[in-house]
């Protein structure tokens, strides 16, 4: 099942259950306004909107409509929880040789997990809002999933049990701000502004064979400004499956349904598969030609992160964004 | 204005106008069914808000009945967003020295602010459930901020403008958690369980000369187990207001109506006002004796924080809360 919720409506957007082959829409007012909500008792609501889904798949329900992603907000328009790990420790590994530094071998047993900002998302398409190139405006393809409720202590068996949703991100980080804020300790605060996520998000059974249950096993496609900047495997090369990152962000706190839990940028040994944000190239660059060569974004580029079903079908919409200037409140 | 939320009802419980004395509440379901709803039309609800809580305090609206703070969720009992800084410099000062280390002189103009996680707060009185007491369970008494929507880059007199309401705070840290959670790099999230925040939330005109447009000038009550541990005055030796701290999380973020903003640790220079975390008076015993004394909580250990008004009568209701031991998930 597609799930989706239009721009229209108020700060929750308005639901819709959106085809298989992301050609037609519908809402669903008589089951739940919005998204959260239908998460809100999503055991009850799942069914129903199942039974929508299956009819609009068939070519059913005449009050259907185009789906069109310029109209779609993040599924969540605002969440009640964001947080995203860093579960490709090859993207992580990378980035602190580049620096000479190693990776603390406990990295592999403890995750890495930042809380981020969720009361508003920027849209899947249009734009990314920056004040100054000088933050050094960088992507990152990931995947996320949307849970549950879940009890803290839960473990991760019980956390993929829980996972409701899978998207796609574009974890938008200023690489600029970032040193001098992890330097004062708190964590990422400035270097994190707003996240996108894909036009829709989908059940894990959907996805067929590619969800292993612990992650979605198909390329994570990025391109920067209409060329391809990679698609490395969101299987493969991954030391914490999602459940694992689940289960690792309620050790000594409940998840509430709707919370969204991020695998951090899908990195893969192989480099010839490219990349999922420009920090990694940067960090490939500065360890073998001695600095990095790649410039971050610049105002007027675009980024577009998708990924596609072995019909080369599109499975969540793209994120489709243009980095512009924000030239401060009006 | 004071507002509450009661545990009926949903996820966001049920808004209620509480009178100024905390002796009466009532519903108002015709104006809007939660805080959250509210505050995302603020400037339409205030008023009709208010004029409830005039009559409230006249002594009609036949509808109320007796306000009591054990029927109380958190005033937003989920939020899209929780950030917190730590604006008393003197608290950071000293848990530094304690370990020998100085605090940057960049720590004076650019505050310390971490995200927090906002999906369930703790209820104002009742439990604070942790699996060990080695995690090092500890208060921090603040002050905080529920704001309007902000774009990005507002400064700080824009901010002020948008404060909506104030609340008091106890954001449960475990100190034992938190040294590696740091090293990690990526901020605090294991040692940041659920917060919980005061019965109600009052609007910055309820306060008086004690609101100074900047921060609440009245002394911050902590009473571990029964025995008063602290009173710091909330407006001194405060080394950056709310509306500053506001500005500084929208640098790089529009905030969305309901977020809430937090100072920190109230922590003054003169000691003998006691602390307002248990991490501060240990700071001070390991200075002064060469290491610490006081224990951190344990399961049974009771915290209560309040604010009292010049005559002695409470603002925001009292936190009052119990440690006890969480067995996992059922």
Not at 62 to 81: C, E, G, H, K, V
Not at 101 to 110: R, V
Not at 144 to 164: L, N, S
Not at 255 to 260: E, H, S, T
Request: charged share 20%; hydrophobic share 40%.
């Amino acid at each position: 099942m597609k799930l989706g919720s239009l721009k229209e409506g108020g700060r929750d957007g308005t639901l819709v259950v959106v085809s298989n082959d992301l050609g037609r829409a519908i809402r669903v007012p008589d089951i739940a306004p919005t998204l959260q909500a239908a998460l809100d008792d999503w055991d009850t609501h799942e069914p129903e909107l199942r039974s929508i889904y299956r009819l609009l798949n068939q070519g059913g329900q005449a009050d259907a409509f185009p789906f069109d992603p310029a109209a779609m907000a993040s599924p969540l328009p605002r969440a009640y929880q964001w947080a995203d790990a860093s579960a490709y420790l090859n993207h992580v590994d990378l980035v602190r040789k580049s620096r000479g530094a190693t990776m603390p071998p406990s990295f592999l047993e403890d995750p890495l997990m930042y809380q981020g900002g969720s009361d508003w998302f920027l849209p899947p398409t249009g734009d990314i809002p920056v004040a100054s190139e000088d933050y050094g405006i960088d992507f990152e393809a990931e995947i996320a999933a949307i849970v549950k409720d879940i009890p803290m202590g839960a473990g991760p068996e019980a956390c993929g049990d829980a996972i409701a949703l899978l998207m796609i991100v574009n974890d938008v980080s200023l690489r600029g701000l970032i040193p001098a804020e992890l330097a004062k300790g708190f964590g990422f605060f400035h270097g994190k502004p707003p996240t996108a996520f894909s036009p829709v998000a989908v059940t894990p059974d959907e996805l067929g064979d590619a969800w292993t249950g612990g992650t979605i096993a198909l390329p994570l496609i990025s391109t920067w400004n209409g060329k391809e900047f990679g698609h490395p495997d969101a299987g493969d090369d991954m030391n914490f499956t999602l459940p694992q990152l689940i289960a690792h962000a309620a050790k000594t706190r409940p998840l509430r349904a709707g919370a969204i839990i991020g695998s951090g940028t899908v990195s893969n040994k192989d480099s010839s598969r490219g990349f999922s944000c420009i920090a990694e190239i940067r960090a490939v660059e500065a360890i073998e030609q001695g600095e990095p060569k790649t410039d971050f974004m610049k105002f007027g580029d675009t980024i577009r992160i998708e990924m596609l079903d072995a019909q080369r079908a599109s499975i969540f919409g793209a994120i489709d964004q243009k980095v512009v200037k924000y030239d401060g409140p009006a």
